[in-house]
């Protein structure tokens, strides 16, 4: 069993604070939290101001028991850093099963037959192939730092 806490703990490691950069395409963010999805949750309030309560209650819908830490953590980093449904399709695309980006029995059932450490080494590569794929335009300045987080893991 994995523990929320502790990926949350990894993630925001990595997100730090508020950062309203004009290169980002996901704008005004704090947290990692951009302020679309903050108004998904909290219409007319600004993610500039966002609570430690606020930060888990959004989070939770991100995280997933994968029953494995290391694969938890960087399933729910890589779906923090580049959304929920890019994260699934990314492991679904590993698993070699149907890739509909939703999170569901099936997906959980070839997760739970897989060897964690080789699913966390191919979804770690797919990751990479997936940020340098992304990485042109205003994207590229972000590729190192990207390519850094990633890293970190495993």
Same mark, same amino acid.
């Given at each position: 069993?994995? =523990?929320?806490?502790?990926?949350?703990? %990894?993630?925001?490691?990595?997100?730090? $604070?508020?950062?309203?950069? &004009?290169?980002?395409? $996901? $704008? #005004?963010?704090?947290?990692?939290?951009?302020?679309?999805?903050?108004? /998904?949750?909290?219409?007319?309030?600004?993610?500039?101001?966002?609570?430690? /309560?606020?930060?888990?209650?959004?989070?939770?819908?991100?995280?997933? =028991?994968?029953?494995?830490?290391?694969?938890?953590?960087?399933?729910?980093?890589?779906?923090?850093?580049?959304? &929920?449904? %890019?994260?699934?399709?990314?492991?679904? /695309?590993?698993?070699?099963?149907?890739?509909?980006?939703?999170?569901?029995?099936?997906?959980?059932?070839?997760? @739970?037959?897989?060897?964690?450490?080789?699913?966390?080494? @191919?979804? @770690?590569?797919? #990751?990479? #192939?997936?940020?340098?794929?992304?990485?042109?335009? @205003?994207?590229? #300045?972000?590729?190192?730092?990207?390519?850094? %987080?990633?890293?970190?893991?495993?």
């Amino acid at each position: 069993m994995s =523990d929320f806490k502790i990926s949350l703990k %990894r993630t925001l490691e990595n997100e730090g $604070g508020f950062v309203d950069n &004009p290169f980002d395409s $996901g $704008g #005004r963010t704090n947290y990692g939290i951009t302020q679309n999805t903050y108004n /998904k949750y909290y219409p007319g309030k600004d993610v500039k101001y966002i609570t430690d /309560k606020e930060i888990e209650r959004i989070y939770k819908t991100y995280w997933i =028991d994968l029953d494995d830490q290391l694969l938890t953590d960087f399933y729910f980093d890589f779906a923090v850093n580049s959304g &929920p449904k %890019r994260a699934c399709l990314s492991l679904q /695309k590993v698993l070699g099963i149907q890739q509909d980006g939703i999170f569901g029995k099936n997906t959980l059932k070839a997760v @739970k037959q897989a060897n964690k450490r080789e699913l966390f080494i @191919k979804y @770690k590569e797919e #990751r990479i #192939r997936f940020l340098n794929a992304i990485a042109f335009g @205003k994207n590229a #300045r972000f590729l190192k730092g990207w390519l850094n %987080r990633v890293n970190k893991y495993g």
